[in-house]
C-alpha cells in the first residue's frame, strides 16, 4: 500500500485498522500468558441469551441457570451449533494472530464458502508441547446469518457483546462480532473518502499559506523595525564615542593634574629636609623641584633625597661637586618626579 491508497482510504477503514493492531496486539499478549492465567484472565460473569427459533433464554454464564427476564448489562449472544459450521485443523503453534491470517488466506478451501461470504473465529482447543502443533477449531458463519442476528438482537432490545455459537451445550470462546463489524466498517461510506481527503488537503494547503504569510508579515514588520531605527542608533553610537572620548580626556587631565600638583612635591621636599636645613628658594616646574638654601651639621641631602617615593635622580646644581657633600653651608639641588605608569 503506498500513500495514495492511504489517502483514498475512508475514515472508518482506518478506525478499522487501528482497532484490528489493537486485537492483534492484545492476542500477542495473551499467546505469551500461560494457559492456566490466560483462562483466569479471560473468564467474565455475563448473561448469555441463547437465540432458538421458539424464542430467546438468557442463562447465567457461569452457573447456566436461566433467568427470568433480561437483566442489564452486557449480553452474549449465543447460536446453536446448527447455524455455525466448524472444524477442526491441525496447525503449527503460533499466535492466535498468525492463525487467523493463515486461515484468511486459506478459507476458500476449509469450507465450501467464499472469504467474502462468511465471518469466521477460531479457538484453541488442544495444543501439544512436545510436537509444536496445536488443534484449531474453525467457525464459519456466513454473512447473511450474522445480519439475521443482528436483526433479531435490535428487535428485542440488546446489545450484543459478543456473538458465539454453543457446541454439545457449553459455550465456545468463538466471538463473530469483531470481524462483522471490521466487515461493516470496511465498506460503509467509501464514497466520501475523496470528499474528506480533499476537505483535509484544502485545510492543510491553507493552514501552510497563513503560517508563511504570517511568518514573511512578521520579517516585513520586524524588517521595517530595524530600518525606522538605524538614525537613532547611529546618533547613540556617535554619541556614545563621544561620551568615551570626553571620558579617556578627563581622565588624562586628571592625571596629569594629580602628577603636576605642587603640594605632592612640597610634601616630598619638607618630609626629605632634615631639621638643619632651611630652604630659601623653592621652583617646581611639573617635572622637575628646585630647592636652594642652607644647612647646618647635616647629613647627605642628595641620599634623602633620592630616598624619597616621590623623587629620583637627586643632583647639585653648584659648579663644585664638593659643596653637595659638604656638612654644612649653602646648596642648590634639583631633583626629578617619579612619573606614574600608565594602567
Not at 475514515?11 to 482497532?19: D, M, P, T
Amino acid at each position: 500500500m503506498n500513500f495514495k491508497d492511504i489517502l483514498n482510504t475512508d475514515h472508518e477503514a482506518i478506525v478499522q485498522w487501528l482497532l484490528h493492531a489493537f486485537r492483534w496486539w492484545v492476542d500477542e499478549l495473551i499467546g505469551m500468558v500461560p494457559p492456566h492465567w490466560r483462562d483466569r484472565l479471560l473468564k467474565r460473569t455475563s448473561v448469555v441469551a441463547e437465540f432458538h427459533d421458539s424464542g430467546i433464554v438468557y442463562r447465567d454464564e457461569s452457573s447456566a441457570e436461566p433467568l427470568p427476564a433480561k437483566p442489564r448489562g452486557s449480553v452474549k449472544v449465543m447460536m446453536p451449533a446448527g447455524k455455525v459450521l466448524t472444524r477442526q485443523i491441525d496447525l503449527p503453534i503460533l499466535p492466535m494472530s498468525d492463525i487467523k491470517r493463515m486461515v484468511a488466506l486459506d478459507l476458500d478451501r476449509l469450507t465450501p464458502f467464499r472469504a467474502d461470504q462468511v465471518l469466521f473465529d477460531t479457538e484453541v482447543i488442544a495444543r501439544d508441547e512436545e510436537t509444536g502443533r496445536q488443534q484449531i477449531l474453525l467457525g464459519v458463519l456466513p454473512r447473511s446469518g450474522a445480519a439475521m442476528v443482528m436483526e433479531r438482537a435490535h428487535a428485542n432490545d440488546i446489545e450484543p457483546a459478543a456473538i458465539g455459537v454453543s457446541r454439545f451445550g457449553h459455550p465456545s470462546s468463538l466471538n463473530f462480532l469483531p470481524p462483522l463489524r471490521e466487515a461493516e466498517g470496511g465498506t460503509a461510506a467509501r464514497q466520501r473518502a475523496t470528499y474528506w481527503w480533499a476537505a483535509a488537503a484544502i485545510l492543510m494547503g491553507l493552514n501552510l499559506f497563513l503560517l508563511s504569510y504570517r511568518d514573511a508579515s512578521a520579517l516585513d514588520q520586524l524588517r521595517e523595525a530595524v530600518d525606522s531605527q538605524q538614525a537613532p542608533v547611529s546618533v547613540a553610537m556617535r554619541l556614545r564615542d563621544k561620551v568615551e572620548r570626553e571620558a579617556a580626556r578627563r581622565a588624562a587631565l586628571l592625571k596629569q593634574q594629580r602628577q603636576n600638583s605642587p603640594l605632592q612635591v612640597l610634601d616630598a621636599v619638607t618630609q626629605a629636609m632634615p631639621n638643619g636645613a632651611w630652604v630659601e628658594r623653592f621652583e617646581w616646574n611639573g617635572r622637575t623641584v628646585h630647592i636652594r638654601g642652607f644647612r647646618k651639621d647635616t647629613p647627605n641631602l642628595l641620599a634623602k633625597l633620592e630616598a624619597s617615593p616621590l623623587l629620583h635622580n637627586a643632583r647639585s646644581l653648584t659648579s663644585d661637586p664638593r659643596a653637595a657633600l659638604a656638612a654644612s653651608g649653602s646648596f642648590d639641588l634639583a631633583a626629578d618626579r617619579r612619573m606614574e605608569r600608565g594602567r
